[in-house]
């Protein structure tokens, strides 16, 4: 166990599965109180119990983290429990269809705009009063398609690119209450989302990934939750309004130069995690 964040107590939504799981053992690990908060259908109990069962300290919240009444419930809960919040993750959020857009769905797009947009919103502007009682942080999920914009998967990039956006507009404006705000960008990373069996690639679209990807692989829900780190402690402290892309190089490739990374740089570290839930997540439930 590590104290990179001892005494602090970190919300992470989307906590029970991929980067979410990942990102609560990882601060667990560094001292923090963790809530794990998710969907009542993920596995948020059984990670706050594996955290609890490695000598962690967190507690499961289940509930839809887009309505304001159930965000500020959540961070009552982490408050009423622990005593104070200093860190808010907004991590949560969906990747529901590939489609061209004149196929997409209204019903998926809603979906999006919901648990991509709304929950980070609502989530945020629950947690800053007592943010800026412990002079906090909120570290909110961006992506490379909010960046560069994806082809079949246009409106989860417009919804990224908000979060890069609002993230930064928090930036300026809570500085004045000493609250630090950023954003990680993850590229392909190796959960339910990037694999046809879990999720809604087809296996065209998993090899054009990995090879427009220099370093030849996906990453793994830990090398995400390492950035996470970083930058909800206090080693972090000059840095707010940062956008930190986690994707392998995808963001500055140019062609599919995947195929020629080097045999060492295509193979996933070893990790410290037991992640038992890093390939589930509802890809395609809608509510």
Same mark, same amino acid.
């Given at each position: 166990?590590?104290?990179?964040?001892?005494?602090?107590? &970190?919300?992470?939504?989307?906590?029970?599965?991929?980067?979410?799981? &990942?990102?609560?053992?990882? #601060?667990?690990?560094?001292?923090?109180?963790?809530?794990? =908060?998710?969907?009542? *259908?993920?596995?948020?109990?059984? $990670?706050?119990?594996?955290?609890?069962?490695?000598?962690? !300290?967190?507690?499961? #919240?289940?509930?839809?983290?887009?309505?304001?009444?159930?965000?500020?419930?959540?961070?009552?809960?982490?408050?009423?429990?622990?005593?104070?919040?200093?860190?808010?993750?907004? @991590?949560?959020?969906? #990747?529901?269809?590939? @489609?061209?857009?004149?196929?997409?769905?209204?019903?998926?797009?809603?979906?999006?705009?919901? @648990?991509?947009?709304?929950? =980070? /919103?609502?989530?945020?502007? =629950? =947690?800053? +009063?007592?943010? %800026?009682?412990?002079?906090?942080?909120?570290?909110?999920?961006?992506? *490379?398609?909010? $960046?560069?914009?994806? &082809?079949?998967? !246009?409106?989860?990039?417009?919804?990224?690119?908000?979060? %890069?956006? /609002?993230?930064?507009?928090?930036?300026?404006?809570?500085?004045?209450?000493?609250?630090?705000? @950023?954003?990680?960008? +993850?590229?392909?990373?190796? !959960?339910?989302?990037?694999?046809?069996?879990?999720?809604?690639?087809?296996?065209?679209?998993?090899?054009?990934?990995?090879?427009? !990807?220099?370093?030849?692989?996906?990453?793994?829900?830990?090398?995400?939750?390492?950035?996470?780190? /970083?930058?909800?402690?206090?080693?972090?402290?000059?840095?707010?309004?940062?956008?930190?892309?986690?994707?392998?190089?995808?963001?500055?490739?140019?062609?599919?130069?995947?195929?020629?990374?080097?045999?060492?740089?295509?193979?996933?570290?070893?990790?410290?995690?037991?992640?038992? %839930?890093?390939?589930?997540? %509802?890809?395609?439930?809608?509510?």
């Amino acid at each position: 166990m590590g104290d990179r964040l001892k005494g602090k107590v &970190a919300i992470v939504t989307g906590g029970g599965t991929g980067i979410g799981e &990942a990102i609560c053992k990882k #601060f667990a690990r560094e001292g923090a109180s963790v809530v794990v =908060a998710g969907f009542p *259908e993920d596995p948020v109990e059984d $990670v706050a119990k594996e955290i609890q069962q490695e000598g962690g !300290t967190a507690l499961p #919240f289940t509930a839809d983290l887009s309505t304001e009444a159930n965000a500020r419930r959540c961070v009552e809960t982490a408050v009423s429990q622990y005593g104070k919040l200093d860190i808010l993750i907004n @991590n949560a959020g969906v #990747f529901p269809e590939v @489609n061209m857009l004149q196929d997409y769905s209204e019903e998926a797009f809603d979906y999006m705009i919901k @648990n991509n947009v709304r929950s =980070a /919103f609502v989530m945020s502007k =629950a =947690a800053l +009063p007592e943010l %800026h009682k412990t002079k906090g942080n909120i570290v909110s999920a961006g992506s *490379e398609a909010g $960046v560069l914009g994806i &082809a079949q998967n !246009t409106p989860y990039g417009g919804t990224k690119a908000f979060i %890069h956006a /609002f993230m930064k507009g928090l930036a300026v404006e809570q500085a004045q209450f000493g609250v630090r705000c @950023n954003i990680v960008g +993850p590229g392909p990373i190796d !959960t339910a989302w990037t694999h046809e069996s879990t999720g809604p690639m087809d296996s065209k679209m998993v090899k054009m990934m990995k090879d427009a !990807t220099p370093m030849g692989r996906r990453g793994t829900p830990e090398e995400v939750a390492n950035v996470y780190l /970083f930058l909800a402690s206090d080693e972090a402290s000059y840095v707010t309004g940062a956008l930190y892309m986690v994707d392998g190089g995808i963001t500055i490739a140019k062609g599919g130069v995947g195929s020629q990374a080097d045999s060492e740089m295509k193979k996933e570290p070893q990790g410290e995690l037991d992640l038992e %839930h890093s390939k589930e997540g %509802h890809t395609s439930i809608r509510k």
